[in-house]
């Protein structure tokens, strides 16, 4: 459970959940589901999203120069990331909108 409450509250600090306190209270998305992409979700919980370090802006290795898989690895990056933000999270509802609320007990 306390697994779970992380992850929302990360969710909710990225701003894609609103938290409800009260009886009533729980989770529920931020804006419409459809506005909302894997991608954007991913990013919330794990942070940034790469298959290796060479890839970010960190700098150039000492292998930068001769380095024939950067440019691969930073090609599968952009593929991967164009992917994520393809899938809406409203394609899990049948391609509705619906209201999704969330409550945690404690």
């Known amino acids: 459970m306390e ?11 990225q701003g894609l959940l609103v938290s409800q306190h009260g ?5 529920v998305l931020a804006r419409e589901a459809s506005t909302i992409t894997a991608f954007d979700v991913i990013r919330a919980i794990e942070g940034p999203i790469f298959i290796t370090s060479c ?4 700098g150039e290795c000492e292998q930068a120069a001769h380095c024939t898989v950067r440019q691969p690895l930073s090609r ?3 593929v991967l990331a164009q992917a994520l933000s ?9 391609g509705q909108d ?5 409550e945690v007990l404690g």
């Open 98 to 102: 619906p209201l999704v609320q969330v």
């Open 76 to 78: 599968i990056n952009e």
């Open 86 to 94: 393809s899938v809406r999270m409203s394609d899990f509802g049948g």
């Open 3 to 13: 697994l779970l409450a992380k992850v929302l509250q990360k969710l909710a600090k």
């Open 55 to 58: 890839v970010t802006v960190r």
């Open 23 to 27: 009886a009533e209270g729980g989770y």
